[in-house]
């Protein structure tokens, strides 16, 4: 089984090119440029953007000419399509694009502005990087299930009198839940 999918949000670096097939059917050319922002080693917060060529065929077409302008934040998924060709020196060339399968617009107010420096960005984001990450510990409502768990499969001896008690219980351990210990 193989898979070739590929999902991007970015902004546009340029409108759309539109152009008609010999069979009559519009496509739309563009590209996208998505970020991304981490700290080296030295701790500098750093940027780099990467640049996608992106290919609409049909109602997408039409939809990325009519609604997307340079500077527009849009989603795409589509799949990977490599094409190549040799020019008149003989030299082969390779394209990579994305052709869209899906296209989702944003609101019209967001996207308009690129921030050119990190210094624009705010600063109120975390950075997590994965060789740092630590998964949150187990919190008391997991173990407090598995202890619900294990009553209720205890409980199947108890008689009726036995099981309202052990529902109080249970409802009074619902009632002291240490609301500072749940993970936010």
Same mark, same amino acid.
């Given at each position: 089984?193989n898979?070739?999918k590929?999902?991007i949000?970015?902004?546009l670096t340029?409108d759309p @090119?539109?152009r008609a097939?010999?069979s009559g059917q519009?496509?739309a050319?563009?590209?996208?440029?998505?970020?991304?922002?981490?700290t080296?080693?030295s701790g500098e917060k &750093?940027q780099?953007? @990467?640049?996608?060529?992106i290919?609409a065929?049909g /109602?997408?077409?039409?939809?990325?000419?009519?609604?997307?302008?340079?500077?527009?934040?849009?989603?795409i998924e589509? /799949?990977?399509?490599t094409?190549s060709w040799?020019d008149?020196?003989?030299?082969?060339?390779? /394209? $990579?694009e994305i052709?869209a399968q899906?296209?989702?617009l944003?609101? &019209?107010t967001?996207g308009?502005?690129?921030p050119s420096?990190l210094?624009?960005i705010?600063e109120?984001?975390?950075i997590? @990087?994965e060789?740092?990450? $630590?998964?949150?510990?187990?919190s008391?409502?997991?173990? &407090?299930?598995?202890?619900?768990e294990t009553?209720?499969?205890?409980?199947s001896? @108890? $008689?009726p009198?036995?099981k309202?008690?052990?529902?109080?219980k249970?409802?009074?351990d619902?009632?002291e839940?240490d609301?500072?210990?749940?993970p936010?």
């Amino acid at each position: 089984m193989n898979l070739n999918k590929a999902f991007i949000l970015g902004n546009l670096t340029r409108d759309p @090119e539109i152009r008609a097939l010999p069979s009559g059917q519009s496509v739309a050319s563009f590209g996208v440029a998505t970020n991304r922002f981490y700290t080296d080693k030295s701790g500098e917060k &750093k940027q780099d953007a @990467e640049f996608h060529n992106i290919t609409a065929f049909g /109602r997408l077409a039409d939809i990325s000419s009519r609604y997307l302008t340079k500077g527009s934040l849009v989603l795409i998924e589509g /799949r990977l399509r490599t094409g190549s060709w040799q020019d008149s020196s003989g030299v082969k060339h390779f /394209r $990579t694009e994305i052709i869209a399968q899906n296209i989702q617009l944003a609101p &019209k107010t967001m996207g308009k502005t690129i921030p050119s420096t990190l210094e624009e960005i705010n600063e109120d984001i975390p950075i997590i @990087e994965e060789k740092n990450y $630590t998964p949150p510990a187990p919190s008391q409502d997991s173990e &407090k299930a598995e202890e619900k768990e294990t009553k209720d499969s205890q409980s199947s001896a @108890e $008689t009726p009198e036995e099981k309202k008690t052990s529902e109080d219980k249970d409802q009074n351990d619902k009632e002291e839940i240490d609301v500072s210990q749940i993970p936010f």
